[in-house]
């Protein structure tokens, strides 16, 4: 079974800036990034191959976050900068074993692991 910690959650004021850790217990992933707010759906955020060659974003938040990955320490990270009040949620960190060197997906569904969640608050 493979283990998702993340970690780098937070409180911060608006426009600041917070990085994201997640560890996996070992394998080769697609990882990605999801968020959920209270009384909304799980969203996108962000995703990356396993090789780090492709990584997609949100429309939300292109041009601020960034997603980047150590595999010799099994870690995916998402920076985050000018953060919003409206980026406020609990991030969730997941990876996903197949299609590994493609595009990775958006949907929630090609992602087979999941952490548990680090909240992150944005204050106004």
């Known amino acids: 079974q493979v283990q998702l910690v993340e970690s780098g959650g937070g409180l911060v004021q608006a426009g600041g800036s917070l990085r994201l850790s997640c560890t996996a217990s070992?394998?080769?992933?697609?990882m990605g990034w999801f968020r959920q707010a209270p009384g909304k759906e799980r969203e996108f955020v962000a995703a990356?191959?396993?090789?780090?060659?492709?990584?997609t974003y949100a429309d939300s938040v292109k041009g601020r976050f960034t997603i980047s990955r150590n595999n010799a320490r099994n870690t995916v990270y998402l920076q985050m900068n000018s953060l919003k009040p409206e980026d406020s949620a609990v991030y969730y960190c997941?990876?996903?074993?197949?299609?590994?060197?493609?595009?990775?997906?958006?949907?929630?569904?090609?992602?087979?692991?999941w952490g548990q969640g680090t909240q992150v608050t944005v204050s106004s």
């Open positions: 990356i191959n396993w090789s780090g060659s492709i990584m």
């Open positions: 070992g394998g080769a992933f697609k």
């Open positions: 997941s990876a996903g074993r197949f299609g590994v060197y493609g595009d990775p997906p958006q949907a929630a569904s090609e992602y087979d692991y």
